[in-house]
């Protein structure tokens, strides 16, 4: 008995010793974990007995199975293995919103080309039609750097020297023709006694005046028979657009800057300009190429051109003051669809007759009257000098509003319109303070056209009531 409860008892602590080996040999096959306090070198270890330990567990029962390879999520306590990962579709969302998105719009697309305007209805118009206006250099259509139409123009520009009576003068122009026709302003080769051109290669040569149109101001020269004249290449003015980029070629100041180039922009290519004498008077109106293209005196009568190098005005005058202010950027060119005209003729016949392409006389609005200050008292305002005070003089007539008090109608366009006495307040909504106002407001606007006058008018009663009434313009 005692033999085998011994024996007992040693299978027991056998069977311990073997438990306590398959845990060392299971920790050893683990990686790190959090708590390790349970395998220092403090615990108990019994190698006699781990190394007879196979042969006497083959014949005691067996042994624990070893737990599977451990995983970096293995806990204590649990042979369950760590959760597999998860598969994420973290894009599929946006695809297949834009999916849907894509095809939305390939749907009105194709609703729009089949459906038309049957389909739909507009009810906000996002862009607004305009015309925009691109032109690029191309080799093919002719079109130029502004160097290359600068060395183009110049070929066909030359200086205009002039003597006059009182001195000497010097302008600019351009040869017309091969023959020998330059063309440039009247107003450069007006009163001169002597007259010669200084030609694009520094040649100076005489040449006569073959014949002008003040009103114009445009002259014809002809020289003699010249080797190397170079005629310049005419475009048409009409085809101008505000912004086109220009150039003006010519001798400002005097002969040692000869050939000087300018560039700029056509700023309007149409402008109606009224000309004015020394005392402030309209005496005709020009149609002219206004330009920010810097030009000075000397320029004048020196070609306009356009990026192909073709001749499109002829330089006639810039605004420098204006009412005792200084201005800069505003020149004017003759165009040269109307130039054209003016100089065939003259080489054909001398002259120019008939309608004329550029200036026109100026506008009438077919009244006479004087500008009163509202408020003032003045004894006749129809008389020829005329009293005023600022109080009340007996037998004195008090202006009611500034305007233009209306002395006579000395047109047929104004009878029955207007009549003397009545006070003019506004022509097309500007309101009018002098007869130079009403002088310059009418002769913005040409020769036919109508204008809106506003006028006030004396009643029985002494009352004025405003009036509207439309009368057309008519030449001087």
């Known amino acids: 008995m005692e033999e085998e409860k011994r024996l007992t008892e040693e299978e027991k602590s056998l069977s311990e010793e073997t438990t306590a080996t398959v845990t060392e040999a299971q920790e050893n096959e683990a990686p790190a974990v959090p708590d390790t306090s349970a395998f220092t070198e403090d615990a108990p270890t019994n190698t006699a007995s781990e190394e007879e330990a196979p042969a006497e567990t083959s014949e005691a029962e067996p042994s624990a199975p070893l737990p599977p390879a451990i995983s970096p999520n293995w806990q204590f306590g649990t042979r369950e293995s760590a959760p597999a990962a ?80 009182t001195g000497t003068a010097i302008g600019s122009g351009f040869v017309y023709s091969a023959d020998g026709y330059i063309c440039t302003n009247y107003h450069v080769i007006e009163g001169a006694t002597v007259v010669q051109v200084m030609l694009p ?70 402008r109606l300009v009224a000309m004015d004498d020394d005392s402030g008077v309209v005496i005709k109106k020009m149609n002219l190429i206004q330009t ?30 204006l009412n005792g202010k200084a201005f800069d950027g505003i020149g004017f060119a003759l165009p040269i669809d109307g130039v054209k005209i003016i ?23 077919g009244v006479s009257g004087r500008g009163l200050v509202g408020g003032m008292w003045y004894d006749d305002p129809a008389a020829e000098t005329v009293k005023e005070s600022k109080t009340e003089v007996e037998g004195y007539f008090q202006m009611p509003f500034d305007g233009i008090y209306v002395m006579s109608i000395n047109k047929t366009n104004a009878a029955n319109k207007l009549q003397p006495g009545d006070i003019i307040t506004a022509i097309n909504g500007m309101r ?25 008018r004396q009643g029985l009663d002494g009352r004025y009531t405003e009036h509207t009434v439309e009368i057309a313009l008519v030449a001087e």
Not at 115 to 127: A, Q
């Open 292 to 321: 920010d293209t810097s030009v000075n005196p000397g320029n004048s009568g020196g070609p306009l051109g356009d990026m192909y190098g073709r001749v499109v005005g002829v330089v006639v005058m810039k605004v420098s003051t």
């Open 86 to 165: 998860k598969k994420t579709h973290r894009g599929r969302p946006f695809l297949i919103t834009f999916i849907a998105v894509f095809a939305v719009c390939i749907l009105l697309l194709v609703f729009t080309f089949v459906l038309g305007d049957g389909g739909f209805e507009i009810v906000r118009t996002i862009f607004t039609e305009r015309v925009v206006y691109v032109r690029e250099y191309d080799s093919e259509s002719g079109l130029l750097t502004p160097n290359e139409a600068a060395d183009v123009i110049r070929k066909s520009t030359v200086t205009v020297m002039i003597r006059t009576e």
């Open 432 to 456: 009018m303070y002098t007869i130079y106002d009403v002088i310059a407001q009418i002769n913005r606007y040409r020769v036919g056209e109508s204008v809106t006058v506003t006028y006030q």
């Open 201 to 270: 290669d520094g040649r100076t040569v005489d040449a006569e005046v073959k014949g002008g149109n003040a009103a114009a101001d445009i002259a014809v020269l002809k020289i003699g028979e010249t080797e190397g004249l170079v005629p310049a290449q005419l475009g048409s003015s009409a085809a101008l657009l505000t912004g086109d980029d220009v150039v003006a070629v010519g001798t400002p100041g005097k002969v040692d800057y000869a050939a000087t180039a300018t560039f700029g922009k056509v700023s309007y290519p149409n």
């Open 343 to 365: 100089v065939d003729a003259i080489i054909k016949n001398g002259s120019f007759t008939g309608e004329n392409p550029i200036a026109e006389s100026r506008s009438l609005l």
